[in-house]
């Protein structure tokens, strides 16, 4: 009795594991993309909404404050020759 009882429990998982892949995982996977493209959608919108503000002709520089300064404070350069 108990091996048919562990057998049908088996079954029954496995039924219902194959039911959830066919059936409810793509409805989830389906609302996930969607809320992703919407987000994204919305991203794309403000920026371009903040470039049509701008004026024509008006330069604006930015800075990104995580960048790494590229300057090296180990001395001055000094220039040589190569000698054969």
Known sequence: MGLVRLLLIFFLIV?????LRR???PFFF???????????????RNQTQ???ARS???VRVE???DAKSTRVED???VS???VK
């Open 15 to 19: 039924v219902f594991m194959r039911v």
């Open 23 to 25: 059936f409810v995982l």
């Open 30 to 44: 389906k609302k996930a993309g969607e809320k992703i493209f919407k987000d994204m959608e919305g991203r794309m």
């Open 50 to 52: 903040e470039k049509d």
């Open 56 to 58: 024509e002709g008006e």
């Open 63 to 65: 800075k990104n404050s």
């Open 75 to 77: 001395g001055e350069y």
């Open 80 to 82: 040589y020759e190569e």
